[in-house]
């Protein structure tokens, strides 16, 4: 990627942010400034955010570069709330930003804080491999991390987020957005376009050939149990999720991409996230990483104009996890 031709996914956000925080009561947000100036909004941790609060943060985390809406579709019998997702630069908006790639580690034991941090201060401060391949690194005065958490990061995370980032710690802003959440929720189901963009990457289809794309898939119910909440979470994208991504391809390379990118196509496919991850005894890294993908996509070639069709709806999948 060219770099001075790209946007400031940071500078692009601080319109958002700016607008979340003016807005954190009727939004049902709480905001503080940490012991170190960093700024801390709490998105259901000590209180209960909401939809329209996971919907305006799903835009941070895509950098500013995507659009999420609230819809209500008939097509999917008992789930009819549907979250749906467009960039006109995914890569960056999903890659670059959204996904939940910056590890952020403190302490030992019980005691010990980890977690993954997702949104455009990726791009400033995370030294991720993925942004050599990329190409693309963001310059702003400004950032802004979310992580998906249940607690308060310790202050010496945050402050190691703003060092590695070049900022003042009062210019960085750390959203919270637990897994239990409604907005935990939303945010999370609102990543169905980042996992089909993460697994092309997986499979190594040339990223700079994807212009556009757009994603939609159902808004779970949240559930207090974290399991359950990360296991509907997760199976709204891998059974009901839908993408459509437009490539500049042969027809060869789009179809080979088509088929390869649905969750169907993995082996741990066929049974709640929930199940799958008590099956590997909770080990993340004993599931087939391919799993994580929409169930149903669609790629167009914009070379030929020919769009390829896989993958499925399981909506009888979708009622086990959901209920």
């Not at 710690?169 to 637990?178: G, Q």
């Not at 929409?294 to 709806?313: D, E, M, N, Q, R």
Request: proline share 5%.
């Amino acid at each position: 990627m060219s770099q001075h031709l790209n946007p400031s996914l940071n500078k692009l956000t601080v319109p958002l942010v700016e607008n979340l925080i003016a807005n954190a009561k009727s939004l049902r947000l709480a905001v503080s400034n940490l012991d170190n100036d960093v700024c801390v909004i709490d998105a259901g941790i000590n209180t209960k955010g909401g939809i329209e609060a996971g919907r305006l943060i799903a835009e941070i985390c895509m950098g500013g570069l995507g659009t999420v809406k609230l819809r209500a579709s008939t097509n999917f019998r008992h789930w009819s709330w549907h979250i749906d997702v467009y960039s006109s630069n995914p890569v960056l908006a999903c890659l670059a930003s959204q996904y939940a790639g910056w590890s952020l580690n403190y302490g030992k034991g019980e005691q010990a804080f980890n977690a993954l941090g997702s949104g455009p201060a990726r791009a400033l401060g995370s030294n991720e491999p993925l942004f050599d391949e990329l190409g693309y690194r963001d310059s702003a005065n400004s950032a802004c991390i979310v992580v998906e958490v249940d607690k308060v990061p310790p202050i010496e995370v945050t402050t190691k987020i703003a060092e590695m980032c070049g900022i003042a710690n009062k210019k960085l802003t750390v959203i919270l957005t637990p897994t239990s959440s409604l907005a935990g929720a939303v945010q999370i189901v609102s990543r169905v376009l980042e996992t089909s963009l993460h697994k092309a990457h997986a499979l190594h289809f040339p990223l700079n050939k994807i212009i556009d794309g757009t994603g939609s898939a159902p808004l779970c119910p949240p559930s207090h149990d974290f399991l359950t909440a990360m296991s509907r979470s997760n199976d709204a994208i891998l059974f009901a999720g839908q993408i459509q991504l437009f490539v500049e391809a042969s027809d060869e390379d789009t179809q080979e991409l088509a088929n390869a990118l649905p969750s169907s196509a993995s082996k741990d496919y066929g049974k709640p996230f929930g199940e799958i991850f008590k099956d590997v005894e909770y080990d993340f890294y004993k599931i087939d990483p391919m799993l994580f993908s929409p169930a149903c996509v669609a790629v167009t070639s914009l070379t030929t104009g020919h769009t390829f069709h896989a993958g499925k709806i399981d909506l009888d999948l979708l009622d086990e996890s959901f209920n």
